[in-house]
């Protein structure tokens, strides 16, 4: 059974009442035996908006949250003090930004160190990180900074029952990420597409995919239309392509993204290389936005998130989309056990 670190998410957001509303969900306990890293007092609040009969109690540490985490007993292992009735739904603050970061640095360290065998997150505000100090573009940049890793990337996946024609699912790797698009374009490198491809490779093939073969999307449409819409394809995807394959990984590309996510869905390819954000983001939310886990690749730990942010529309109004997370668990659950098979 994999013991995974929940982490809270911004506290103004919809991510403690996803993580109290699947709390007591069979299918969570089937595949993991979680711990929260959050407030006690706001995750007590989100069970009692959710209805979710279960105590919620404080914990110093994960060592001996295990032994009480139960479909009725809740255990949040508590950063810093929290004024949990000055939260207003929705509402940026530096205090809720500084509660979220707090909760995924100490949920990393603790899979780190062995401590659990994955880590889920619920969704953090950029600009509450920001507002508190933190100057990063999301979770997938933190984290590899707290690993100590440089080769990394978010990755889409859309498990094999909502793309019923795949092999093993549909991973979609970005390139680019947190970024303008002018920008985006303009980082853009052999280097960093033949990294991404790589990752991609290692990622298809830890969810299932024997020999995954990657599809990676042109930049401009038509793929550059023979250089009359750029060159990019020419001057730098295909030469990543090219070296991908020299490498043994079975890529081809640059495809036309206006075509490639439809041949991916019928089952041509396992992954899916983008060169940047909404590229790769839209397609795949399209396909399956609750069903959708985000994944962050390169770290030497299991991290797995919902596919949404922290909807400040919806939060705490007790109407918040639940199948997500339970996805993100299996998810992470289903990594976790493929990983330590692979370590025995």
């Avoid at 959710?50 to 001996?64: F, I, K, M, T």
């Avoid at 597409?193 to 093939?205: F, G, N, Q, V």
């Avoid at 023979?226 to 590309?253: C, H, M, N, S, W």
């Avoid at 939310?285 to 991290?303: D, E, Q």
């Amino acid at each position: 059974m994999a013991r995974i670190a929940l982490t809270m998410g911004d506290p103004a957001g919809v991510g403690p009442e996803v993580i109290a509303a699947v709390w007591a969900c069979e299918s969570l306990w089937r595949v993991c035996q979680p711990v929260v890293y959050g407030d006690r007092a706001v995750m007590q609040r989100a069970a009692d908006l959710r209805g979710l009969a279960a105590a919620v109690v404080a914990v110093p540490s994960a060592e001996g949250a295990f032994s009480v985490s139960a479909a009725d007993c809740m255990p949040c292992v508590e950063g810093p003090p929290l004024d949990s009735q000055a939260i207003v739904p929705g509402v940026v603050t530096a205090q809720t930004g500084e509660a979220a970061y707090q909760a995924v640095v100490a949920a990393t360290r603790l899979a780190l160190a062995g401590g659990v065998d994955a880590v889920v997150t619920a969704p953090i505000s950029k600009a509450a990180l920001h507002a508190a100090g933190h100057d990063y573009p999301g979770h997938t940049e933190l984290l590899a900074e707290l690993c100590g890793v440089r080769e990394f990337a978010m990755m889409l996946y859309l498990p094999k029952d909502l793309a019923s024609r795949t092999r093993a699912g549909l991973g979609v790797i970005h390139t680019t990420l947190h970024q303008s698009l002018r920008s985006a374009i303009d980082s853009l490198s052999v280097e960093a597409i033949l990294e991404k491809c790589r990752l991609a490779h290692d990622a298809a093939t830890a969810y299932g995919a024997e020999r995954p073969r990657i599809g990676v999307a042109a930049l401009n449409p038509h793929a550059g239309e023979g250089g009359l819409f750029g060159d990019e394809e020419a001057r730098l995807i295909a030469p990543a392509v090219e070296a991908a394959r020299a490498a043994g990984i079975d890529a081809t590309g640059p495809h036309p993204v206006d075509t490639l996510m439809g041949r991916a869905v019928a089952g041509e390819f396992d992954a899916v290389v983008a060169m940047y954000h909404d590229q790769g983001h839209i397609a795949l939310k399209l396909l399956g936005m609750h069903g959708a886990v985000n994944i962050t690749l390169g770290l030497p730990i299991v991290r797995t998130s919902v596919a949404h942010g922290t909807a400040p529309d919806k939060a705490w109004r007790g109407v918040a989309e639940t199948s997500g997370m339970i996805a993100a668990i299996e998810a992470a659950a289903s990594l976790s056990r493929r990983r330590n098979r692979n370590d025995q």
